[in-house]
């Protein structure tokens, strides 16, 4: 029998119970719940899709047209991380006994980011967000700017600074910073696949208006191409960012496109070939001198993998000798996205405010809660079937071929070979032995507090 975290009956009532918070309660219990029922969706969602079984979550959420508050929760919680826990981290007499739910609210985005990437693979899906979609073409262009930005000008982004779980000289406040910023890569890499589907499946003259003329989208994705967030070079081995970890790329396969490559030349081929989009974007010069840097990038080796780049190219070709006319300017009656706009206006000048109310009231709760706050998540994540959404077999830490054996004190690392292992302890020892201590630690807690 498959795993599955929710039964249809129970994901329906979940899907049901989604409702859109206020920033002040972010963090609170009513907060936490959908918190859990989100994580739990998303589980399930991305184990339906890569089990190509009736993918039901999105069907709830499409029925029920939950898409909306999905995207609004999501907002809602970049606003906090920007607005809110800045102040959180610089409060003197903020001391937790735990950072535990910190993180889970900075993890939160991350869990729904995921589930929208799974969900808006589908046309319904886009349909169904209605005007949020506005909203979400503006959340993933935020999200690529900064990571083009950041690639820009710090290259690609390596391990936490004050190693990979953080050292005894690291205050707490500052490891959940680092991890923060750790999130946000990957958030970035996940709003381009969504700003990919979304390319796919929207048609309305507003959202092609966005991503075109307020965005310049296209010019976007060429700096992403140009700059390769996902792709690194670390003492001599290249390397790129799969799965959730940096891994080694043997020199037979540095010519392979990733799916994250494969991302941006879709979006990008949908945005300059279909006819609507020709039609509102401008091929001014400064656009045209952006797009034609494409052309070196269009290799032979890359348009084997991805044959559909052969019409962007003879496109581009036909651009370097053709001054396209400009868009006909239309009167338009254009929406706007509105969801960030609306929680920044709510809370605007509260900001202090609301993060001594959630610190009070939130964020350092009695030691009982966090047991039982622990022990419901641990449910949650349950080993079998977190394994069960690896989407391939596990890489070796070590050199990245595929592994069967895994590290057995903190069963987080896997490896081809004993000698893989050996070789790698000498990076792995300090996060193995925070992880086993952690995970020994919410053992005794689970058992003292059945």
């Known amino acids: 029998m498959d795993p599955s975290v929710l039964l249809p009956s129970e994901a329906e009532g979940c899907v049901r119970s989604l409702e859109t918070f206020s920033l002040k309660e972010v963090g609170s219990p009513r907060w936490f719940r959908q918190h859990e029922h989100l994580e739990k969706l998303n589980m399930q969602a991305i184990l339906n899709a890569s089990s190509a079984h009736d993918e039901f979550i999105k069907e709830f959420l499409v029925s029920h047209g939950k898409i ?75 999200k690529l700017t900064l990571l083009a930005g950041r690639t820009s000008r710090d290259g690609p982004p390596t391990q936490n600074p004050h190693g990979v779980a953080g050292n005894a000289q690291v205050s707490s406040v500052q490891e959940l910073q680092d991890q923060n910023a750790s999130l946000e890569f990957e958030i970035s890499l996940k709003a381009l696949s969504v700003l990919r589907y979304i390319t796919d499946h929207a048609d309305t003259i507003s959202v092609i208006n966005r991503m075109l003329c307020t965005h310049n989208t296209p010019c976007l994705l060429v700096q992403l191409i140009d700059c390769c967030p996902w792709s690194r070079v670390t003492a001599g081995e290249v390397e790129r960012y799969m799965n959730g970890s940096w891994q080694t790329v043997p020199p037979e396969d540095r010519l392979k496109m990733t799916k994250l490559d494969g991302q941006v030349w879709i979006a990008l081929h949908n945005l300059l070939l279909k006819e609507d989009c020709q039609r509102k974007y401008d091929f001014n010069s400064f656009n045209k001198g952006q797009l034609l840097k494409l052309r070196g990038f269009l290799t032979e080796v890359l348009m084997d993998q991805l044959p559909n780049l052969v019409a962007l190219q003879r496109f ?42 959630q610190v009070k009231e939130t964020f350092d709760p009695p030691e009982a809660d966090l047991r039982r706050q622990a022990q419901r998540l641990a449910q949650t994540y349950s080993l079998d079937t977190m394994e069960s959404l690896i989407p391939e077999k596990p890489k070796c830490g070590s050199c990245g071929k595929a592994a069967a054996k895994r590290c057995s004190r903190c069963q987080g690392e896997w490896y081809c070979s004993r000698e893989c292992q050996v070789k790698h302890w000498n990076k792995h020892k300090t996060a193995c032995q925070l992880m086993a201590e952690a995970t020994e630690k919410l053992q005794k807690n689970l058992s003292s507090n059945p």
């Open 316 to 357: 581009l070709a036909h651009l370097t000798i053709t001054d396209l006319a400009p868009p006909k300017k239309e009167l338009v009656l254009e929406q706007i996205p509105e969801m960030w706009s609306n929680i920044v206006r709510e809370s605007s000048g509260k900001w202090k405010a609301i993060a001594k109310y």
């Open 68 to 142: 909306p508050t999905v995207v609004h929760e999501m907002i809602l919680v970049e606003v906090w991380k920007q607005k809110v826990f800045p102040v959180i981290c610089q409060l003197q007499d903020f001391h937790p006994k735990s950072t535990f739910p910190l993180y889970m609210v900075i993890h939160h985005e991350a869990t729904v980011i995921n589930l929208l990437e799974t969900i808006m693979f589908h046309k319904d899906s886009c349909d169904a967000a209605d005007d949020a979609l506005l909203d979400l073409v503006d959340y993933c262009h935020r």
